[in-house]
């Protein structure tokens, strides 16, 4: 297979952390648990996998909290990585998977008391200088419930608007990542807004502003 799956410059970690020249060296090095190894990977993937809990999540604390959960994930599943594949997608996945056992756990805790929370009375518009401290709560709930949208779209639709409305990526470069051409992300991107749509309605304004 060509290199094109894997990382290059045009599918690159994110980092200014230099990309290991042997891949599959470095991956066999990985799947061994060689310390240094580990640590490169860190630092060559952190903030791509940071970049993208955030977006799903918020908040900075948490997403960090998370980001270090997903690489003990990583680490764990090391051995099942194919380094002939792209890795990103295999990371957004653990990623993903990662926050929504978050939302499903914190799901789980709210059921346990009572909620008068209606989605459809919720804040219709982002804080403004004029609007008071109980705008910008309504606000946080709209976005909680926007990120909750979009980490239940499927999977292909849901990475694209991640790396579009949160990550800031062109649509060359996901199209590159995901292995499709950019008419196709766009297509796919366009599609994933019109389910969120439907879902949020005019709650929206958080992802298509993003």
């Known amino acids: 297979m060509s290199n094109t799956n894997r990382p290059t410059k045009a599918n690159p970690a994110g980092t200014n952390v230099s ?51 997903v690489f003990l994930n990583v680490y764990r599943r090391i051995e099942s990585y194919d380094p002939q594949r792209d ?53 946080d709930e709209v976005a909680t419930r926007v990120r909750q949208a979009v980490a239940s779209l499927p999977k292909g639709m849901r990475d694209t608007v991640i790396m579009r409305a949160f990550e800031g990526m062109p649509f060359k470069q996901i199209g590159e990542i995901l292995g499709r051409n950019e008419a196709a992300v766009r297509k796919r991107y ?18 298509t502003a993003a």
């Open 87 to 139: 890795i990103l997608p295999w990371l957004h996945t653990i990623a993903t998977n990662k926050v929504r056992d978050y939302w499903r756990s914190r799901r789980h805790a709210d059921s346990q008391r009572e909620s008068s929370i209606d989605v459809e009375d919720s804040a219709q518009h982002l804080p403004s200088e004029e609007d008071g401290p109980h705008v910008a709560l309504e606000s």
């Open 190 to 207: 366009s599609r994933a807004l019109d389910l969120l749509q439907a879902r949020l309605g005019s709650q929206m304004s958080p992802v």
């Open 19 to 69: 990309l290991p020249a042997d891949w599959e060296g470095f991956v066999r090095e990985l799947q061994a648990h060689e310390p240094e190894a580990l640590a490169r990977f860190f630092d060559l993937y952190f903030d791509r996998v940071y970049g993208h809990v955030r977006g799903l999540i918020g908040d900075q604390q948490l997403a960090e909290d998370l980001t270090q959960d």
